[in-house]
């Protein structure tokens, strides 16, 4: 009876969640808008911000609590769920077909700024023997070349490019600011019910944090991801499809992990390596899909491997234990 019910928090606590994601995206634009910075550039920093503000706040949350394997984890698994089930579905519904050389670039930064936190975690135990992770100074280098990325994207928009015109709420500054203070309410409090009741049901099963992490939990997190490029997808919109994907990818990567080990020190459980490697090849995969993405009759077939090897990723994972 108590399972079932951490099973019904858990639900309903990512559901909270990504209501206050919304509204705190939807207020914070409104007031961007008000304050007249440029819409193109709201447009790029808060799709990817709002998609992603589950899997930081989750983060947060679990790095003040010192739960190191749920923030590695968590991250790990949402950023393999984005391309291997997101980009999968969204192919599947219609066939990728991209021209922006733009997103390809997008891509190539994610792959390197994964590998950059797995060179990160190789240097770490060298400097301090005994603890491999992420500390105070890693975290400053990873929000800094998170700062150089919101640079680089924003001086590469164009105010012609609709794609970007997504959030336009058209509210009052007081009414921006009540939905933005709303969603910067409901957003802690969620992300406290989602980690306590994972715990609670990890425990249950006995499965360990770090596997409930990179599955249930990433999985919760990334259902605006999910949402955003299923829409994205039956509008045809391919490039917002891979632009959600990969600025997630890269936000999860930078963002999330810089602002958890400046929260606390974020300690690596080995038994995720096998899952950073795995990243890295999806991450590999993901340009190769794209670089093949002209060809939209074969679309269907790549993407129905991605959904393939995600669904074989979680029985691994489940049989691993």
């Given at each position: 009876?108590?399972?079932?019910?951490?099973?019904?928090?858990?639900?309903?606590?990512?559901?909270?969640?990504?209501?206050?994601?919304?509204?705190?995206?939807?207020?914070?634009?409104?007031?961007?808008?008000?304050?007249?910075?440029?819409?193109?550039?709201?447009?790029?920093t808060l799709v990817a911000f709002g998609t992603s503000?589950?899997?930081?706040?989750?983060?947060?949350?679990?790095?003040?609590?010192?739960?190191?394997?749920?923030?590695?984890?968590?991250?790990?698994?949402?950023?393999?769920?984005?391309?291997?089930?997101?980009?999968?579905?969204?192919?599947?519904?219609?066939?990728?077909?991209?021209?922006?050389?733009?997103?390809?670039?997008?891509?190539?930064?994610?792959?390197?700024?994964?590998?950059?936190?797995?060179?990160?975690?190789?240097?770490?135990?060298?400097?301090?023997?005994?603890?491999?992770?992420?500390?105070?100074?890693?975290?400053?280098?990873?929000?800094?070349?998170?700062?150089?990325?919101?640079?680089?994207?924003?001086?590469?928009?164009?105010?012609?490019?609709?794609?970007?015109?997504?959030?336009h709420p058209d509210y009052s500054i007081q009414k921006?600011?009540?939905?933005?203070?709303?969603?910067?309410?409901?957003?802690?409090?969620?992300?406290?019910?989602?980690?306590?009741?994972?715990?609670?049901?990890?425990?249950?099963?006995?499965?360990?944090?770090?596997?409930?992490?990179?599955?249930?939990?990433?999985?919760?997190?990334?259902?605006?991801?999910?949402?955003?490029?299923?829409?994205?997808?039956?509008?045809?919109?391919?490039?917002?499809?891979?632009?959600?994907?990969?600025?997630?990818?890269?936000?999860?990567?930078?963002?999330?992990?810089?602002?958890?080990?400046?929260?606390?020190?974020?300690?690596?459980?080995?038994?995720?390596?096998?899952?950073?490697?795995?990243?890295?090849?999806?991450?590999?995969?993901?340009?190769?899909?794209?670089?093949?993405?002209?060809?939209?009759?074969?679309?269907?077939?790549?993407?129905?491997?991605?959904?393939?090897?995600?669904?074989?990723?979680?029985?691994?994972?489940?049989?691993?234990?």
């Open positions: 009876m108590v399972l079932l019910l951490n099973s019904a928090i858990l639900t309903i606590s990512f559901l909270i969640l990504w209501k206050g994601s919304n509204l705190l995206v939807d207020g914070a634009s409104s007031i961007a808008h008000h304050l007249k910075i440029p819409e193109y550039f709201i447009g790029l503000l589950p899997e930081v706040v989750v983060n947060i949350v679990a790095a003040l609590q010192n739960k190191s394997d749920i923030v590695f984890g968590n991250i790990i698994g949402s950023n393999i769920a984005n391309i291997l089930l997101i980009l999968g579905i969204t192919g599947l519904i219609s066939p990728i077909i991209i021209t922006s050389n733009k997103i390809k670039k997008e891509m190539i930064l994610s792959l390197l700024f994964t590998i950059t936190i797995v060179i990160m975690l190789f240097i770490s135990p060298l400097i301090e023997p005994g603890f491999t992770g992420l500390k105070l100074p890693e975290s400053l280098i990873l929000l800094i070349l998170f700062g150089l990325f919101l640079n680089f994207i924003y001086k590469s928009a164009s105010d012609k490019d609709d794609t970007l015109s997504i959030y921006s600011i009540i939905i933005a203070l709303s969603g910067l309410i409901l957003i802690p409090v969620s992300g406290k019910m989602i980690i306590e009741s994972a715990i609670y049901i990890s425990r249950s099963f006995g499965i360990s944090e770090a596997l409930i992490s990179i599955t249930a939990i990433a999985f919760g997190t990334s259902l605006p991801e999910l949402v955003t490029s299923i829409a994205s997808a039956v509008k045809h919109k391919h490039e917002i499809v891979l632009g959600n994907i990969t600025g997630s990818l890269i936000f999860n990567t930078l963002f999330a992990f810089g602002l958890s080990s400046l929260v606390s020190p974020i300690r690596f459980n080995p038994v995720l390596i096998p899952d950073m490697l795995i990243l890295i090849i999806a991450n590999t995969a993901l340009i190769l899909y794209t670089a093949a993405a002209k060809k939209a009759s074969s679309g269907r077939y790549k993407s129905s491997f991605l959904i393939i090897s995600y669904i074989i990723y979680i029985i691994y994972i489940f049989f691993r234990g």
